[in-house]
């Protein structure tokens, strides 16, 4: 069964850090781009950042210098490491996998986890 399973959300206090994991099964991470979006209640889903298949990673500029996306080929597994974390960055934060073939996409999401950022 084709799914991403995401892990890691909470609430923490500004500031703070947390990691976001997101595991592949059915599908195998490095032949994707994959990336993270967020979602802050009454707004819509935005990119966070992504990784190509090269290795390349890119990120919104609200999350530039805070923010590491990265992948474990090994564990099929892609995290994103969150520091200095802001009441802003509240959102429920999904994990995404995409890849077209000729003329056909392909495109996974994982569930969602929640991320609140407060003191």
């Known amino acids: 069964q084709l799914q991403l399973v995401e892990s890691g959300g909470g609430l923490v206090q500004p500031g703070g850090s947390l990691r976001l994991s997101c595991a592949a099964s059915g599908l195998t991470l490095n032949s994707y781009v994959i990336g993270w979006f967020r979602q802050a209640p009454g707004k819509e889903r935005e990119a966070v950042s992504c990784i190509t298949t090269d290795g390349t990673s890119y990120y919104g500029d609200s999350v530039k210098g805070r923010f590491t996306i990265s992948r474990d080929n090994a564990k099929n597994t892609m995290y994103l490491q969150m520091n200095s974390l802001e009441p802003e960055d509240t959102a429920v934060y999904y994990c995404?996998?995409?890849?077209?073939?000729?003329?056909?996409?392909?495109?996974?999401w994982g569930q969602g986890t929640q991320v609140t950022v407060s003191s």
């Open positions: 995404n996998a995409h890849n077209t073939v000729v003329v056909t996409t392909y495109e996974y």
